[in-house]
């Protein structure tokens, strides 16, 4: 075999579904790759698309026996030896940059089909993708915007914050509930907006601490909208409205 070792990037990696498969190998560090990595759903896929531009990062594993490891990951990957062509992934020789002095060859499974409207993992961390995954965006509008009123009021963690608006919407109505807090309605005029803030948050903390509090206490509904972030950007954002909107 051209090296004893393999190069991991997604659901092999340490702590993840498939880390078991390579419980046996011996460890030898994170390193980095030349590729991109995209969003398959239930995997990352690698591809060696813009090489020069993007580095993946994953774990670098080394075996006597290899060979025997590959038979069986060659079958989970779909790489088919004899028919390269329709294999899902194909098994290529890599460099991996271990460090600034350091690099190792060892093969790596590489995406054998279009990335084509899959979501580009641009840290090229898979771990840290998992992470990032697991907060949404919420869009906050009318009495949330007094200063301090989301922050003080209800204290969850905000990873991140920036203006967003909705476009061909307007506040339309004020209901004051019990507790004195304003929601507003909308309605469509063409080319109004609501101003507002995005927020992002532990998707955890919005199902325990935000749900309980708009859905239940003040019989609102969370929903998605696409929020607008600035002339070029938008954001699909979790937000809460009344049920009937005027």
Not at 23 to 28: I, K, L
Not at 66 to 79: A, R, S, V
Request: hydrophobic share 35%; charged share 20%; aromatic share 14%.
């Amino acid at each position: 075999m051209d090296s004893d070792k393999l190069f991991v990037y997604g659901t092999f990696l340490w702590e993840q579904t498939r880390y078991h498969f390579l419980r046996n190998m011996r460890f030898v560090g994170r390193g980095k790759v030349q590729g991109c990595l995209f969003d398959a759903g239930p995997y990352p896929v690698f591809t060696k698309q813009n090489p020069a531009e993007r580095l993946v990062i994953g774990e670098l594993y080394q075996s006597d026996n290899l060979i025997n490891y590959l038979h069986e990951l060659d079958e989970i990957e779909g790489y088919y030896p004899e028919s390269k062509n329709d294999s899902l992934f194909t098994r290529e020789l890599t460099k991996v940059i271990i460090s600034q002095n350091q690099q190792e060859n060892a093969y790596i499974y590489v995406y054998n089909a279009p990335v084509t409207g899959l979501e580009c993992i641009v840290s090229g961390d898979y771990a840290q993708y998992l992470h990032e995954s697991s907060t949404a965006w919420v869009f906050f509008f009318g009495s949330h915007l007094l200063p301090g009123k989301f922050e003080s009021g209800i204290s969850p963690e905000i990873l991140q914050s920036c203006p967003g608006f909705l476009d061909n919407l307007k506040l339309a109505s004020l209901n004051i509930r019990k507790d004195r807090t304003l929601f507003p309605g909308m309605s469509h005029p063409q080319g109004d907006k609501i101003q507002g803030i995005l927020y992002r948050l532990l998707f955890q903390q919005i199902q325990e601490i935000l749900d309980p509090i708009y859905t239940k206490e003040q019989g609102l509904t969370r929903t998605i909208l696409k929020i607008q972030a600035d002339s070029s950007h938008y954001a699909y954002a979790e937000t809460y409205l009344p049920k009937n909107i005027e």
